[in-house]
């Protein structure tokens, strides 16, 4: 996930392997925040999203 701080994308959540025939159940969330002190929570309205594919990243324990 990125969570806007400028340190680029983290891992969030296990990893998991999709199989030939199986269903995984993987989730997509969106969400925003603000900086601490900028007033009261806003809206949004979004009619569409568009996922792309990352450079593979093996990590590591």
């Known amino acids: 996930a ?3 701080d400028g340190d680029g ?3 969030s959540g296990q990893v998991f392997a ?3 025939w ?5 989730l ?3 969400f925003a925040a603000a900086p601490p002190g900028t007033g009261e929570a806003g809206t949004g309205v979004f ?3 568009r996922t792309t ?3 593979h990243h093996r ?3």
Request: charged share 15%; net charge positive; hydrophobic share 45%.
């Open 2 to 4: 990125d969570t806007g």
């Open 22 to 26: 199986g269903w995984v159940a993987a």
């Open 28 to 30: 997509l969330g969106l």
């Open 53 to 55: 594919a990352r450079p």
């Open 47 to 49: 009619t569409r999203y």
């Open 18 to 20: 999709a199989a030939p």
């Open 59 to 61: 990590l590591t324990a």
């Open 9 to 11: 994308f983290r891992p």
